[in-house]
C-alpha cells in the first residue's frame, strides 16, 4: 500500500520560483533601506498628546529586528530544503544524503508561532510579508511530511519484499 509521491521536480521548481520571490520581498522589507524607507509603524502616542518616550521607538526597532530575524530564518530554511530537494531529482545527491539533510528545521516552531506581541507594533504590510512566509513554510512541511512517509513505506514495502524472496528461497530450496 504504497501512496505516489506527493512531491516532483516540477513541483519543486515552482515552489523554489516562489520562495525566491518571496525571499526578495523579505529581504526588501527587512533592510536598512526598508527600515528607513518609513515601514515601520509609528509609535503609539498617549492620549493626553504629550510626546511619546523613545523608549517606544526602541520596542518597534527590537521587534522589526525580530520579526526580520525569524522571517529570514524562516526562508532560508526553506530554501535550502527546497535546493537538496533540487539536486536530489537532478541527480547531484543520492537518496541517503537527502534523507540525512533534506528535512526542514523541526526547531523553527517558535519562528513559526512568532511573537504576536512584536507584531503587532508593526506596519500591516510587513504582518502581511510574515503571514505569507509561514504560510509558505507551512506547505513545505506538509510536502515535507509526505514525501518522509512515502519513502517510509517504500522502505518498508522493500523489506518485506526481501523478506518475502528469502522465506520463497528457503522453500524452494
Do not use: N
Amino acid at each position: 500500500m504504497t501512496h505516489t509521491l506527493a512531491i516532483c521536480p516540477r513541483i519543486v521548481e515552482g515552489l523554489y520560483r516562489e520562495a525566491l520571490a518571496l525571499s526578495e520581498d523579505v529581504r526588501g522589507t527587512f533592510s536598512a533601506s526598508g527600515r528607513m524607507s518609513g515601514q515601520l509603524a509609528p509609535p503609539a502616542r498617549p492620549a493626553s498628546g504629550a510626546k511619546a518616550p523613545s523608549t517606544d521607538e526602541e520596542r518597534i526597532r527590537i521587534a522589526y529586528s525580530r520579526v526580520g530575524l525569524a522571517t529570514t530564518t524562516r526562508m532560508m530554511h526553506a530554501i535550502a530544503w527546497l535546493l537538496q530537494h533540487r539536486a536530489y531529482f537532478m541527480g547531484e545527491i543520492g537518496e541517503e544524503q537527502l534523507r540525512r539533510h533534506g528535512r526542514l528545521a523541526q526547531d523553527l516552531r517558535h519562528a513559526r508561532e512568532g511573537r504576536e506581541c512584536d507584531e503587532a507594533l508593526l506596519d500591516a504590510g510587513i504582518t502581511r510579508l510574515v503571514a505569507r512566509t509561514r504560510t509558505f513554510y507551512a506547505r513545505l512541511e506538509r510536502l515535507d511530511e509526505t514525501w518522509s512517509l512515502s519513502r517510509e513505506e517504500a522502505a518498508a514495502a522493500s523489506a518485506i519484499e526481501r523478506l518475502r524472496q528469502r522465506i520463497e528461497g528457503r522453500l524452494a530450496s
